[in-house]
Structures are given as C-alpha cells and as structure tokens.
C-alpha cells in the first residue's frame, strides 16, 4: 500500500518585516514561529489536547514560501511580504481530516499571535464555517431501523463528494462531513392495520465544515442549504445509486439548524476528534491515516459500490478518487485537503 502524506494545514499572512530582512532569511524566520507555537498550542489548546493524547498527534515541522497576494506595507521604514506557511502533522491513530484541518485553522489567531512578536501580522488565510443541516428522509412505509454504519457512511461520503463538486468554481471548500444523530419517526395518523398507509420519516442531523477565504463573509448554512436545494434530485439519485437502503426514500426535506459566518475561529468543535473512540466500522470512508501507510483507499472502494450493476464501477471510481493524496495528477482533492 501506498503512504499518504502527513496532514498538512495551510495559512497566509502578510508580515510586516525590516527592509534588510527578506528571501530565506525572512520565511526561515516565520516558519520557526508558526512550527514553536503550535508546537505549544498542541500542549495548551482543549480542541488539540484529544488528538495528542488519544491519537499520538505531533507536529512535524512548519513550511515557508513567498505568496502571491498584495500586501500594504504600514510604513516606509517596512516591506510586507504576503506568506504561506504549511503546518506539517503527524498521527500514529486514524483520525478525521477534515475536523483535524478545521481544529487547526480555527487556532488561526494564536497562530498569527505567535508570529506577530517578532514581525507584525495580520491573517489573510482561509477561515473555517460550519454549519448544522436536518435532512428529513420520506418514506412511504414503515422503516424499522435507522441507517446501519456502513449505510451512514455511504450517505457522508455521497454529501461530501456532492458538495465538493458543486463548490467547486466558488470561494468555499467542504473539508468535513459528519452524520451526528438520526431519528426514525414513524406517521402517527397511518391505521394500525394497514401498512400502505403507514409513512416513516428519518431525521437525520449533519455536521458540514469547511472554509471560505476573507473578505468573503457568508452565512454557510443557507449557502449549503441553497446548493443541496437546486439540485435535489441529483442528490436524492446518488443516495440510491449508493446504497439499497434510499430506495424506499420518495424525497429528501433540508433545513439550516444553525446560522453560522465566516469568522469562526472560537467555535467548539462539532464532532469527536478521532474516529476509533465512536465507531470503528466508520474508520475506513471520511477518516484517513496521518502519515501513514494504509490501504483506506482500496478498502473504501469495496465499501462504497453500489448495489446496482451496471453503475457500480463508475461510484465506486468517484467517490474512492475521494480518498487519495490531493497533489495526485496536479488535481485538487477536497476531502484531505492536502496543500
């Protein structure tokens, strides 16, 4: 099996620097002082202290280089110099990418803080949103169960790769998709003896993180809401071409449970950090080995086949083409989000 790569977080800043300090000099610099102070922050942060203890997480090393964006010097005696520094991580458990990635980047101002000491800084990297969406599964019959794991994976990874799609030409990524609670209810009017008009409905509550770049300001949750809501059919075919189990599913309701915007660095995490304390059946989809060798990828081709035939080769190609290294053919892959 191939290695994946370490997990890597990106963030800019446009620095301010003396006009003598520059080139290697000046990204040796700022690298150091975004590699020390998350190496503290990993210490003292309670949104890190999970992942450090339960799933070995370490930081490996930060990485500088010029970026390409503008940046207003405050002062004659001053250059500013637009950076990018890529955060390198290393795990010995399996955890979640996309909520690890979003930890990080929600730490953005401590980050940026541990820079300024030595040269003023303002962020200018990618913020994180999140939102909470109820999707409200229509049956026209009883359902007995909720959603068995390999099924709950299915519909995650079926959004993640719908949403990483329809995003695609805008200034929004989808890092995260999480099934947090589901609810079979059943239509209490139907007639005890007659099962044709017995009706089930199949609450399901979902956690989507991701980011969006500044200035943009935007409320995540209608965006979310607004994209699933123009092509919901689409959405509603996939789900069956995934798994048996939509096809008594006759439409799919969505509605925000929360509003959020783009500055959420203080938020609290939605989800449980690492996979193997919740569900160990739902490790091999949305969660992914941080440096090291795994064969996820093979194994979730298995897992996210389709039922159907003829269309099985092609979603099991779509969605496993999820779960490779994102550098890959020079293509950008949303769901490790690997910069």
């Known amino acids: 099996a191939e290695c994946l790569p370490s997990l890597k977080v990106a963030y800019t800043f446009n620095v301010q620097h003396p006009v003598n300090v520059w080139g290697s000099d000046l990204l040796r610099l700022v690298a150091s002082r975004v590699e020390a102070t998350a190496r503290s922050l990993l210490i003292t942060q309670p949104s890190l202290m999970e992942y450090r203890d339960e799933a070995q997480l370490s930081v490996d090393s930060a990485v500088a280089e010029a970026a390409g964006g503008s940046c207003t010097r405050i002062t004659t005696a001053k250059s500013c110099t637009s950076i990018d ?16 990635t979003s930890a990080w980047l929600r730490l953005y101002d401590e980050i ?61 990524s989808v890092l995260d998709v999480e099934t947090a609670h589901q609810v079979v209810r059943s239509d209490s ?31 995540f949750a209608a965006v979310v809401e607004d ?9 509603e075919e996939s789900f069956k071409r995934a798994d048996t189990y939509f096809d008594m599913i006759n439409s799919i309701d969505v509605s925000p449970a929360t509003t959020s915007v ?16 919740q569900n160990a059946s739902r490790t091999v989809h949305i969660w992914a080995v ?16 389709s039922r159907r035939g003829g ?6 190609d779509q969605y496993a083409d999820l779960l490779v290294d994102g550098k890959e053919g020079g293509k950008r892959k949303i769901l490790f989000r690997v910069v």
Do not use: W
């Not at 991580?89 to 399996?94: D, V």
């Not at 269309?311 to 099991?316: D, H, K, L, P, V």
């Open 311 to 316: 269309g099985e080769e092609r979603f099991a």
């Open 85 to 100: 520094v890529t955060l390198v991580l290393n795990a010995s458990e399996i955890v979640r990418r996309g909520a690890l």
């Open 189 to 219: 009017n139907a007639t005890p003896g007659n099962r044709h008009l017995r009706r089930s409905t199949i609450v399901v509550t979902t956690h989507i993180t991701g980011t969006s770049r500044p200035p943009l300001e935007i409320d």
């Open 112 to 172: 940026t803080d541990g820079v300024s000491p030595q040269f003023q800084s303002t962020y200018a990297g990618d913020i994180p949103v999140q939102s909470t969406i109820i999707f409200t599964l229509n049956a026209d019959e009883e359902v007995a169960t909720e959603m068995p794991p390999d099924t709950h994976n299915k519909f995650e990874l079926v959004l993640m790769a719908y949403l990483a799609e329809k995003f695609e030409s805008q200034n929004v």
């Open 262 to 277: 783009s500055n959420m660095g203080k938020l609290a995490p939605a989800a449980a950090p690492y996979a193997y304390a």
């Open 290 to 305: 941080v440096g090291l060798c795994s064969i996820a990828v093979g194994v979730a081709g298995l897992y996210i086949t």
């Open 227 to 235: 994209v699933i809501d123009a092509n919901l059919l689409e959405l």
